[in-house]
């Protein structure tokens, strides 16, 4: 690959002709030899390879004991990481990431051609919509239209929920033009927040997966999509085995809550929304029959969880 870090469509370097004179030679062995013909059929498959966009796989810094990160001698430091991961993102690629909950896929959500790509590497039903991911809380009121105080926001963000808003119009229109309503998460995950930061719009957040199957939680769990994506970060193994991913709940109506995934923080979150907020349940046309029984005991098997509830006694 090329020297230059953040290079998504690279050049061949010198250290790696040695390699690709060995595919050239492969190459041109596969071929009867016929004298300079083979040999510029080698060079063209070469180029060829040089050209082809790959997925660039990178490991985040271990957390140590103490909270910083543990740097490994021979691993890419998480800034340029930063770096390059958001270069894709801006040359609308899709990526993987690690979330507080599950890995994700993203992109720009501003990015027209961007999110008609990750529907196709996810081969999502367009009719489906995608979440958006914001890297502070005040980033939520330049896309969404809040009916809830800030406060509420900061009780349950950062953290491993998703809040369903009424769309502003500064969204990109392409994004879920079939719904007047958008999701916004601000996951409790410090790579994630600061790739927001560092790109100064949202992304466009969904699961790394093929669409229906199982959600991941390392990236090895995804491996057939990586042809398909610039950059995939690994995080590490995600702590929440239940694969639930975030809960999800439409705050579009004043002064009512609707649940539309349970999740893996569902108990906590209600907690906040009935006990601190007031908030009713509105159950919409269809009251389910068995929700109302079990989302008092559905609990988040992570840190985040009880964190949402140290927040809600403040």
């Not at 994506?229 to 609707?258: C, E, F, H, M, N």
Request: proline share 7%; aromatic share 6%.
């Amino acid at each position: 690959m090329s020297t230059t870090p953040c290079s998504w469509w690279p050049t061949c370097d010198p250290a790696e002709l040695g390699f690709m004179s060995l595919f050239g030679f492969v190459a041109a062995g596969l071929i009867p030899f016929r004298g300079p013909h083979s040999s510029a059929v080698a060079r063209r498959l070469g180029t060829a390879m040089c050209q082809e966009p790959k997925a660039r796989l990178f490991r985040l810094s271990p957390p140590a004991s103490n909270g910083s990160t543990v740097r490994q001698e021979t691993q890419t430091d998480d800034s340029e990481i930063l770096r390059c991961t958001a270069k894709a993102l801006k040359d609308s690629h899709v990526v993987a990431v690690p979330t507080d909950t599950i890995y994700g896929l993203a992109c720009l959500a501003q990015n027209a051609e961007a999110v008609r790509k990750i529907y196709e590497v996810k081969e999502r039903n367009g009719q489906k919509p995608l979440a958006i991911c914001v890297g502070e809380i005040r980033d939520i009121y330049q896309y969404c239209k809040v009916k809830v105080k800030e406060e509420l926001l900061h009780d349950l963000l950062p953290g491993p929920v998703t809040l369903v808003f009424e769309r502003s119009e500064e969204l990109n229109p392409s994004l879920n033009p079939f719904t007047s309503l958008v999701g916004v998460r601000i996951p409790d995950h410090a790579f994630l927040r600061r790739l927001c930061q560092m790109c100064g719009e949202p992304l466009a957040l969904t699961s790394a997966n093929i669409s229906s199957q199982t959600s991941t939680v390392e990236v090895q769990e995804f491996q057939e999509l990586w042809s398909k994506l610039a950059v995939v970060v690994d995080g590490g193994p995600i702590g929440d085995q239940t694969r639930q991913g975030s809960t999800v709940i439409d705050l579009s109506v004043l002064g009512k809550y609707r649940i539309i995934r349970p999740g893996c923080a569902l108990s906590a979150t209600l907690d906040v929304l009935e006990h601190k907020y007031g908030l009713s349940e509105d159950w919409g046309d269809e009251r389910p029959l068995n929700l109302k029984n079990c989302k008092r005991t559905l609990r988040c098997p992570t840190s985040a969880d009880p964190k949402i509830l140290r927040k809600a006694k403040r």
